[in-house]
Nanobody, 115 residues
Framework: QVQLVESGGGLVQAGGSLRLSCAAS????????MDWYRQAPGKQRDLVAA???????NYANSVKGRFTISRDNAKNTVYLQMNSLKPEDTAVYYC?????????WGKGTLVTISS
């Protein structure tokens, strides 16, 4: 079992920055890839960024050049640095990982960008 807890969401103006954190606990040794997803009101949940244990990253086109995903394996924590935020980035952001066919999700943290 893996538990994921996000933090760092909030309300910022367009052009601002936020840093999200996701702390993993439990059987963290089974974790390889950790992701951030987001879900805007009335829309599906989409992948934002992913990072492997070795540090290989992948980003959605909509956030490339603005968001940076990183992780501290010693702390079992993954981060999402979000810069140049836009109103369309407004969503609930979820931390996710998958191991042995099981998906694990955090409860999400709300990010609201005002124009």
């Amino acid at each position: 079992q893996v538990q994921l807890v996000e933090s760092g969401g909030g309300l910022v103006q367009a052009g601002g920055s936020l840093r999200l954190s996701c702390a993993a606990s439990g059987s963290t040794f089974i974790i390889d890839v950790m992701d951030w997803y987001r879900q805007a009101p009335g829309k599906q949940r989409d992948l934002v960024a992913a990072i492997t244990r070795g540090g290989t990253t992948n980003y959605a086109n909509s956030v490339k050049g603005r968001f940076t995903i990183s992780r501290d394996n010693a702390k079992n924590t993954v981060y999402l640095q979000m810069n140049s935020l836009k109103p369309e980035d407004t969503a609930v952001y979820y931390c996710h990982t998958r191991a042995f066919g099981v998906n694990y999700w955090g409860k999400g943290t709300l990010v609201t960008i005002s124009s």
